[in-house]
């Protein structure tokens, strides 16, 4: 028996209270073993003659939406500024060994939506873009979690927006438009996935509110409803889980420049999905860093750097998994698009001055009026940005674990998930 090293999942918190409540929970946490026997690490690992297998068994797919390589880099810069010095501080994906390159555009658009890139990167067929699942002449596609799932292997989605959001449908449902929020949540109990958490329901109730409400729906599928870390440990053993915040809290997790006491962050939900997926055949988790993507749109420089560092953070969880099981942990880190054209640097000269942003403290999407006071902050830190929508630019592709040369160099969107099957064993 031997714990997953949870201790990256340690929250920080204003309130020495809370801090005790939170620390007794993660208390629990550390302690919630693992069962798998030497006869099976073994046979897993070493085939029998000390050789590891070339197969993924443990499997981690996380999407930093709208995580171009400007918003890898200024959150590396932003954490080197911080410490008073002119560098990148490396993020712990972007020290993985394996990197590549991967092109975004859509069936109809060379700049795609969520939808469409999040179809590519879980069937490996284009679409246009609003559309989610189904291919262009609105023909329904196949995610990979279906065969992944159908071979035995558990399956965790996940994602700090709604679950019903573009890139985390993308691995359960098929709709003609992403924005059909009802109609795609109501396909999760079909999947018979294993594990959903993270953000609520856009439309819980449907679009004018007279639907049955999805919770129920859930339920009535065989999922266990938990609200926040402390429910999730009490009910640890259910069969299928959907983890949410804290009821009375709906919809997206708070960005984390605005999170409070007891609100749920993307590494506790990946944290608990690894709990709960874990089994002698592995696992795959989808996990979505989604708010990069929203404070792409806003154009708000401060709340994207912290979302991104808040992105690593759930990576972290998956790599201190993998230092327990190096030779059967595949963790893959890329993007679905860039959103913003955000550049380090803007207008003439060679500054960057990310402490300017210091004085902010709440996202634009909390405190609408003050949009300008955060542009002025963007243009004193000369952080510029070229749109308030997504960018055609390719988007990098990190790896690390078994597998994890087949994502080295150039690639397409559609490329991803063919080769995490190959990487599973399951082409």
């Known amino acids: 028996m031997h714990p997953f090293l949870f201790k990256e999942v340690v929250i920080t918190k204003k309130s020495t209270e809370m ?4 620390l007794t929970l993660i208390v629990i946490l550390l302690a919630i073993p693992y069962l798998i026997s030497a006869q099976e690490r073994t046979r897993v690992a070493g085939q029998g003659q000390g050789r590891s297998m070339e197969r993924a068994r443990f499997v981690f797919l996380f999407i930093g939406d709208g995580m171009g390589l400007s918003q890898i880099s200024m959150a590396e810069a932003y954490i080197s500024t911080q410490k008073g010095e ?3 501080e490396a993020l712990s994906f972007t020290k993985f060994p394996i990197m590549g390159m991967s092109t975004t555009f859509s069936a109809n658009s060379y700049i795609t939506c969520s939808s469409a890139a999040g179809t590519a990167l879980s069937t490996g067929y284009k679409t246009n873009n609003g559309m989610l699942g189904v291919d262009p002449q609105n023909n329904k596609l196949t995610s990979i979690t279906y065969k992944i799932k159908e071979s035995g292997v558990p399956v965790g989605i996940v994602s700090n927006v709604t679950i019903d959001h573009a890139t985390p449908a993308a691995f359960y449902a098929n709709s003609s438009s992403r924005n059909s929020y009802y109609d795609i949540a109501v396909q999760i109990p079909a999947s018979g996935f294993d594990f959903f958490g993270g953000g609520g329901f856009a439309q819980p109730t449907g679009e004018n509110k007279d639907q049955k409400n999805i919770y129920e729906i859930l ?3 065989g999922y266990t409803i938990v609200r926040g870390l402390r429910e999730y440990v009490s009910k640890k053993g259910a069969k299928k889980i959907a983890l949410f915040q804290e009821a009375g809290k709906e919809g997206a997790l708070p960005y984390a420049i605005d999170r409070e006491d007891k609100d749920l962050s993307l590494k506790h939900v990946v944290a608990a999905a690894v709990d709960h997926l874990y089994c002698a055949k592995g696992f795959f988790l989808m996990a979505e860093g989604g708010k990069i993507d929203w404070s792409g749109h806003d154009n708000d420089a401060k709340t994207n750097i912290l979302e991104t560092l808040d992105f690593a953070d759930a990576v972290n969880v998956a790599v201190s998994f993998a230092r327990k099981y190096p030779n059967e942990t595949l963790i893959i880190v890329t993007a679905d698009h ?10 003439r000269g060679y500054v960057l001055n990310l402490n300017e942003l210091a004085s902010q403290s709440k996202s ?3 405190d609408k009026e003050s949009k300008d006071a955060v542009k002025e ?3 004193k830190a000369n952080v510029g940005w070229t749109t308030s929508s997504h960018t055609g630019t390719a988007v990098p592709v990190y790896a690390t674990g078994p597998g994890s040369r087949l994502f080295s160099g150039r690639m397409d969107n559609t490329e991803i998930p063919i080769r995490i099957l190959k990487a599973m064993g399951l082409e």
């Open 19 to 22: 801090k005790k409540r939170f």
């Open 86 to 88: 002119i560098s990148n």
């Open 219 to 221: 339920e009535e599928g």
């Open 338 to 347: 860039e959103t913003g054209g955000m550049t380090l640097g803007r207008e």
């Open 364 to 366: 634009i999407s909390i």
């Open 377 to 379: 902050l963007n243009n």
